[in-house]
């Protein structure tokens, strides 16, 4: 069984991520369950820039995306709301759809690096009250900008002990060496697997155990066959997960990685 904890939708910053490519690559590769935020809501692009007023979609017509996608597809797809988190944050709206839908909810998606707000910003507040509420964890991405460095989102967690927080790519283009050492820290921290090198989550599990560790992928970023290429033809990182990487490690803790951390850290239950 494989759970993906960090699948996108959504056509956005250069990313044709569509619905149909998850729902293709997962019955091509053999995923069980995705979690899946929309791109949509990304508020600044790669380098910073503020994303034009028309190009962008309301934090609610992203979250009614999401859920229209998770609700066609209730036992392949889990809702993980991306949040707006510098211009809008949950209204009323929002919190309806959520008490609504609340079946189909996984966890809220943080972008610190698309919404340049930092996880231990002041402004975050009403977001984990509401995580709380309705026993949400939360993911965030970290890596590229000061915003998004994991050691803001371990601040997070050590400020808020009733939620579970998950470091999506652990740090993504550095060595992973701060988030791994963070990992060991909070017992409500987690990392994913999210563009990080086997050798990397090696160290992880040698360090602080299998119990720790996601797996995440970003599908269908590089296009509908993420799993298998990077879309220039070069063997997709993934591959090496499927296949060299259980070979490296028991088989327990390869089931741990790959699905029985994600059911239990956001409480999934499939029908097998």
């Not at 929309?38 to 910073?48: I, L, M, T, V």
């Not at 309301?58 to 859920?67: E, G, M």
Request: aromatic share 12%; glycine share 6%.
């Amino acid at each position: 069984m494989i759970i993906d904890t960090h699948v996108h939708i959504g056509q956005c910053i250069g990313f044709d991520m569509r619905p149909e490519f998850v729902l293709y690559s997962m019955e091509k590769y053999h995923i069980d369950f995705s979690l899946v935020s929309d791109g949509e809501a990304a508020e600044f692009d790669h380098q910073g820039r503020p994303i034009p007023a028309e190009l962008q979609k309301s934090q609610n017509q992203v979250f009614r995306d999401t859920l229209r996608f998770a609700r066609e597809n209730p036992d392949k797809i889990g809702a993980v709301p991306w949040l707006k988190c510098y211009s809008e944050l949950p209204d009323d709206e929002f919190k309806s759809l959520l008490k609504e839908n609340r079946d189909i909810v996984y966890a809220f998606k943080l972008h610190p690096f698309h919404s340049f707000v930092a996880p231990d910003d002041e402004r975050m507040e009403p977001v984990y009250r509401l995580a709380a509420e309705y026993a949400l964890p939360i993911v965030s991405h970290t890596g590229g900008r000061e915003e998004a460095r994991s050691i803001h989102l371990y601040h997070a967690a050590k400020k808020h002990p009733e939620l579970d927080f998950v470091m999506v790519h652990m740090d993504l283009g550095t060595d992973n060496s701060e988030a791994i050492e963070l990992l060991g820290k909070l017992p409500n921290l987690y990392g994913d697997t999210t563009w990080v090198p086997i050798e990397s989550t090696l160290k992880a599990i040698e360090r602080w155990g299998s119990e720790k560790i996601l797996f995440g992928s970003d599908n269908p970023i590089d296009g509908k066959d993420t799993y298998l290429d990077n879309g220039k033809g070069e063997r997709s990182l993934y591959q090496a997960y499927f296949n060299e990487f259980r070979e490296m490690i028991s088989p327990r803790d390869y089931e741990n990685i790959m699905y029985r951390n994600a059911q239990k850290l956001f409480r999934i239950e499939l029908r097998k």
